[in-house]
Protein backbone atom coordinates (compact mmCIF):
# COMPACT_ATOMS: atom_id res chain seq x y z
CA UNK A 1 0.00 0.00 0.00
CA UNK A 2 2.81 2.41 0.63
CA UNK A 3 4.03 1.94 -2.34
CA UNK A 4 1.45 2.96 -4.17
CA UNK A 5 1.27 5.92 -2.06
CA UNK A 6 4.71 6.81 -2.75
CA UNK A 7 4.83 6.20 -6.52
CA UNK A 8 1.58 7.08 -7.39
CA UNK A 9 0.33 9.70 -5.04
CA UNK A 10 -2.59 6.85 -4.23
CA UNK A 11 -4.42 7.28 -1.42
CA UNK A 12 -8.09 6.43 -2.09
CA UNK A 13 -7.51 2.69 -1.34
CA UNK A 14 -10.77 0.62 -1.47
CA UNK A 15 -12.06 -2.46 0.48
CA UNK A 16 -10.75 -5.59 -0.45
CA UNK A 17 -10.69 -7.96 2.49
CA UNK A 18 -8.72 -10.62 2.64
CA UNK A 19 -7.84 -13.03 5.35
CA UNK A 20 -6.52 -16.31 5.53
CA UNK A 21 -5.11 -18.83 2.35
CA UNK A 22 -6.11 -17.97 -1.14
CA UNK A 23 -4.64 -18.40 -4.76
CA UNK A 24 -2.94 -15.51 -6.99
CA UNK A 25 -3.53 -15.21 -10.50
CA UNK A 26 -0.09 -14.61 -12.62
CA UNK A 27 -0.23 -12.17 -15.23
CA UNK A 28 1.88 -11.74 -18.28
CA UNK A 29 3.70 -9.24 -17.12
CA UNK A 30 4.32 -12.33 -13.98
CA UNK A 31 5.59 -14.81 -15.74
CA UNK A 32 8.39 -12.47 -17.56
CA UNK A 33 9.12 -10.97 -14.31
CA UNK A 34 12.26 -10.89 -12.36
CA UNK A 35 10.76 -12.32 -9.03
CA UNK A 36 7.75 -14.90 -10.70
CA UNK A 37 10.44 -15.64 -13.21
CA UNK A 38 12.88 -17.30 -10.73
CA UNK A 39 9.99 -19.59 -9.48
CA UNK A 40 9.70 -23.40 -10.98
CA UNK A 41 6.73 -23.99 -13.05
CA UNK A 42 5.36 -26.30 -10.09
CA UNK A 43 5.59 -23.43 -7.57
CA UNK A 44 3.82 -20.99 -9.98
CA UNK A 45 1.13 -23.60 -10.25
CA UNK A 46 0.83 -24.07 -6.19
CA UNK A 47 0.28 -20.35 -5.82
CA UNK A 48 -2.26 -20.22 -8.59
CA UNK A 49 -4.47 -23.08 -8.14
CA UNK A 50 -4.38 -23.92 -4.27
CA UNK A 51 -4.83 -21.41 -1.52
CA UNK A 52 -1.19 -20.75 -1.23
CA UNK A 53 -1.00 -17.16 -0.25
CA UNK A 54 -1.34 -16.03 3.29
CA UNK A 55 -3.51 -12.68 3.08
CA UNK A 56 -4.16 -10.08 6.52
CA UNK A 57 -5.77 -7.55 4.64
CA UNK A 58 -8.74 -5.10 4.19
CA UNK A 59 -7.72 -2.52 1.99
CA UNK A 60 -6.12 -2.85 -2.25
CA UNK A 61 -6.44 -1.14 -5.43
CA UNK A 62 -8.26 -2.52 -8.40
CA UNK A 63 -6.44 -2.93 -11.34
CA UNK A 64 -7.92 -0.61 -13.26
CA UNK A 65 -7.48 2.27 -10.96
CA UNK A 66 -3.88 0.97 -10.88
CA UNK A 67 -3.75 1.02 -14.94
CA UNK A 68 -5.44 4.36 -14.61
CA UNK A 69 -2.90 6.16 -12.59
CA UNK A 70 0.11 7.06 -14.98
CA UNK A 71 2.81 7.38 -12.28
CA UNK A 72 1.92 3.53 -11.24
CA UNK A 73 1.46 1.94 -14.77
CA UNK A 74 4.49 3.52 -16.23
CA UNK A 75 7.20 2.01 -12.72
CA UNK A 76 5.36 -0.87 -11.89
CA UNK A 77 3.90 -4.33 -13.74
CA UNK A 78 1.46 -6.11 -12.04
CA UNK A 79 3.11 -9.48 -11.82
CA UNK A 80 -0.11 -10.69 -10.07
CA UNK A 81 -3.93 -10.40 -8.79
CA UNK A 82 -6.14 -12.49 -6.25
CA UNK A 83 -9.74 -12.05 -5.56
CA UNK A 84 -11.28 -10.90 -1.87
CA UNK A 85 -13.88 -12.54 0.07
CA UNK A 86 -16.45 -10.99 -1.71
CA UNK A 87 -14.91 -11.86 -5.20
CA UNK A 88 -13.32 -8.66 -6.50
CA UNK A 89 -10.15 -8.75 -8.14
CA UNK A 90 -7.41 -6.71 -6.90
CA UNK A 91 -3.62 -6.16 -7.44
CA UNK A 92 -1.62 -8.80 -5.75
CA UNK A 93 1.98 -8.59 -6.59
CA UNK A 94 4.01 -5.47 -8.20
CA UNK A 95 7.86 -5.09 -9.68
CA UNK A 96 9.09 -1.85 -10.67
CA UNK A 97 10.26 -1.94 -14.41
CA UNK A 98 13.40 -0.72 -13.78
CA UNK A 99 14.14 -0.76 -10.25
CA UNK A 100 14.95 -4.04 -7.77
CA UNK A 101 11.20 -2.83 -5.74
CA UNK A 102 8.69 -5.35 -5.60
CA UNK A 103 5.73 -5.24 -3.44
CA UNK A 104 2.72 -8.37 -2.43
CA UNK A 105 -0.15 -8.22 -0.85
CA UNK A 106 -0.04 -11.31 0.75
CA UNK A 107 2.81 -12.47 3.63
CA UNK A 108 5.09 -14.72 2.14
CA UNK A 109 6.92 -14.90 5.56
CA UNK A 110 3.66 -16.85 6.52
CA UNK A 111 3.41 -19.36 3.75
CA UNK A 112 4.29 -22.81 4.43
CA UNK A 113 6.40 -22.91 1.20
CA UNK A 114 8.46 -19.57 1.73
CA UNK A 115 11.82 -20.83 0.12
CA UNK A 116 11.59 -19.78 -3.70
CA UNK A 117 10.65 -15.83 -2.13
CA UNK A 118 14.16 -16.60 0.35
CA UNK A 119 15.91 -17.46 -2.31
CA UNK A 120 15.15 -14.71 -5.06
CA UNK A 121 15.48 -12.25 -1.97
CA UNK A 122 19.00 -13.37 -0.96
CA UNK A 123 19.72 -13.41 -5.01
CA UNK A 124 18.78 -10.05 -5.14
CA UNK A 125 20.77 -8.68 -2.01
CA UNK A 126 23.57 -10.22 -2.90
CA UNK A 127 23.97 -7.90 -6.23
CA UNK A 128 24.85 -4.73 -3.87
CA UNK A 129 28.11 -3.94 -3.50
CA UNK A 130 28.17 -2.93 -0.22
CA UNK A 131 29.09 -5.08 2.10
CA UNK A 132 28.68 -5.53 6.17
CA UNK A 133 31.02 -5.27 8.86
CA UNK A 134 30.24 -9.12 9.90
CA UNK A 135 29.56 -12.03 7.70
CA UNK A 136 25.41 -12.58 7.17
CA UNK A 137 24.74 -16.00 8.20
CA UNK A 138 23.10 -17.72 5.65
CA UNK A 139 18.67 -17.68 6.03
CA UNK A 140 17.63 -20.58 6.20
CA UNK A 141 20.12 -21.00 8.86
CA UNK A 142 18.66 -18.37 11.54
CA UNK A 143 14.97 -19.15 10.55
CA UNK A 144 12.53 -21.01 12.92
CA UNK A 145 9.40 -22.37 12.20
CA UNK A 146 6.94 -21.49 14.98
CA UNK A 147 3.25 -22.02 15.15
CA UNK A 148 1.23 -18.67 14.63
CA UNK A 149 -0.03 -17.95 17.87
CA UNK A 150 0.31 -14.39 17.10
CA UNK A 151 -2.34 -14.60 14.25
CA UNK A 152 -5.49 -16.43 15.10
CA UNK A 153 -6.73 -16.92 11.83
CA UNK A 154 -3.18 -18.91 10.70
CA UNK A 155 -2.97 -20.59 14.18
CA UNK A 156 -2.96 -24.01 12.30
CA UNK A 157 0.33 -22.98 10.15
CA UNK A 158 3.74 -22.47 10.71
CA UNK A 159 5.35 -18.94 10.76
CA UNK A 160 8.85 -18.11 10.24
CA UNK A 161 11.18 -15.77 12.75
CA UNK A 162 14.42 -15.26 12.57
CA UNK A 163 16.91 -15.78 15.47
Known amino acids: QLLMLIIGGFTKLKRYPSHGLTPIHVTKAGRGSRLFGSFSKRYLSYLEHYNSTSNNHTYGISPQDFMDNLHLSRFYDVLATAQDENGKEYVDAIEAKYYPIYGVQWHPERQRTTGP ?34 YPEHKHLLCYFFD
Do not use: T, W
Not at 118 to 124: K, N, S, T
Not at 127 to 140: Q, V
Open 117 to 150: FIDFFVGELRKNKHRCPRSIPYLRQVMKAHRCVQ
